[in-house]
């Protein structure tokens, strides 16, 4: 029983800040790559920031100089630092964590993907 348990999410005011976790538990395998999906009213999930094991990070452009996505692999959690939060941001935000690649007798070499259950943040103007 894998969880991948967000939180942090809420009602801001346009210029503040948020931070989101996301702990992952029960997780068999080795964690790769991990990151933070945001769905808008209307609009489909689509990546905000991702950050691998060795700490590389990749985020959406209308997010970069905002944003921070960060890793405790001690704690198996990501954080997403959001500053300077605009009405654009608002969504539901999910966490998205991936195995490393699984090798198992009798399976083919799978990388296994999970979704956290998403935690509304909601920017007003």
């Known amino acids: 029983q894998v969880q991948v348990i967000e939180s942090g999410g809420g009602l801001v005011q346009a210029g503040g800040s948020l931070t989101l976790n996301c702990t992952v538990s029960?997780?068999?395998?080795?964690?790769?790559?991990m990151g933070w999906y945001r769905q808008a009213p209307g609009e489909e999930r689509d990546l905000v920031a991702t950050i691998t094991s060795t700490m590389k990070t990749n985020y959406v452009d209308t997010v970069k100089g905002r944003f921070t996505i960060s890793r405790d692999n001690a704690k198996s959690t990501i954080y997403l630092q959001m500053n300077a939060l605009k009405p654009e941001d608002t969504g539901v935000y999910f966490c998205n964590v991936k195995s490393k690649t699984v090798v198992e007798p009798a399976r083919a070499p799978t990388q296994w993907t999970y979704w956290g259950q998403g935690t509304q943040v909601t920017v007003s103007s």
């Open positions: 029960g997780m068999p395998y080795d964690l790769g790559l």
